[in-house]
């Protein structure tokens, strides 16, 4: 299974960005859960969002709960994290990841097996 982020950048506070994850059709999507994590420097990696693919289980932590938004489009076998009122903190490498245990879904690391390879946010 291969996962690919893309659509981090730089913004100012107060900005919005939206990335995207693109699932490999080996990914049976309508089964699983996907997340977003993101790890700034000298920081350890942290939960943002999750989704279940099969149903309408969204997850947040708090950190983000408000201000980000994680959707899908199973079709395109994709997933999304909207960002809104971006804050410094909020910069880190982003990571997507998909479980490999269908049927569960939630904010634990442990159940995310498959990685991306990180898109940058910036926020200054």
């Known amino acids: 299974v291969q996962l ?3 659509g981090g950048g ?3 506070a107060g900005g919005s960005l939206r990335l995207s994850c693109v699932a490999s059709d080996t990914y049976t ?3 699983y859960c996907m997340g977003w994590f993101r790890q700034a420097p000298g920081k350890e990696r942290e939960v943002v969002a999750a989704i279940y693919l099969g149903g309408d289980g ?4 708090d950190s983000v709960k408000g ?3 994680i959707s899908k489009d199973n079709v395109k076998t994709t ?3 909207q960002m809104k009122s971006l ?3 909020d910069t880190a490498l982003y990571y997507c990841a998909a479980a490999d245990v ?3 879904c939630g904010l634990g690391s442990a159940l995310y097996y498959y990685w991306g390879q990180g898109t940058q946010v910036t926020v200054s």
């Open 67 to 69: 201000r980000f938004t």
């Open 4 to 6: 690919v982020e893309s």
């Open 87 to 89: 804050k410094p903190e």
């Open 58 to 61: 969204t997850f947040y932590s």
């Open 79 to 81: 997933i999304y994290l």
């Open 10 to 12: 730089s913004v100012q």
């Open 29 to 31: 999507f309508s089964t």
């Open 102 to 104: 269908p049927f569960r």
